[in-house]
């Protein structure tokens, strides 16, 4: 996937998973044995889909099984807690971002001094809290770069 995961597309993601019968679903009839083909049903047993080898596509008897479980694996219930992870952890970045912002500018009003001739032993800071505070204006760029 090279787009951008956008709020819209979790959102679209989001709304088609819970369209969707739910989760969690479970393939039956593996391995393909060709004849009968695999089908994915939810947890009570109730339908969901069908794979099929129909010897006419590109698909192969091996990809069978492997689509199968990739559709199971791939329910409503997994879905929806994948989006709900997503959203937890660009919380936790944006609150990071947030946090780091007055130490980036410390950072930059510290390296500013150093670039004029500022010595470690003048400043009451020590070169590795300087170096701390970089490398948390780096974090921070990165962080703000994938927001």
């Known amino acids: 996937m090279t787009d951008k995961l956008t709020d819209e597309k979790l959102a679209e993601w989001e709304s088609l998973a819970k369209a969707a019968t739910p989760g969690p ?5 593996l391995p393909y044995d060709g004849y009968d083909d695999p089908e994915i049903v939810t947890a009570d047993g109730l339908y969901v889909a069908q794979t099929a080898y129909d010897m006419q596509s590109a698909t192969t008897e091996r990809d069978v099984d492997a689509d199968t479980r990739h559709i199971a694996f791939n329910n409503p219930a997994f879905a929806l807690s994948a989006i709900a992870e997503i ?14 912002r007055p130490f980036a ?22 070169r590795v809290f300087v170096a701390d505070l970089r490398e948390a204006r ?8 994938r927001g």
């Open 25 to 29: 679903w479970e393939p039956v009839g």
């Open 87 to 100: 959203h937890r952890l660009r919380g936790e970045r944006d609150e990071a971002v947030k946090l780091l």
């Open 105 to 126: 500018k410390a950072s930059d009003k510290l390296h500013s001094g150093y670039d004029d001739g500022i010595a470690a032993g003048d400043h009451p800071m020590s």
């Open 138 to 145: 780096a974090f921070l760029a990165k962080l703000e770069e």
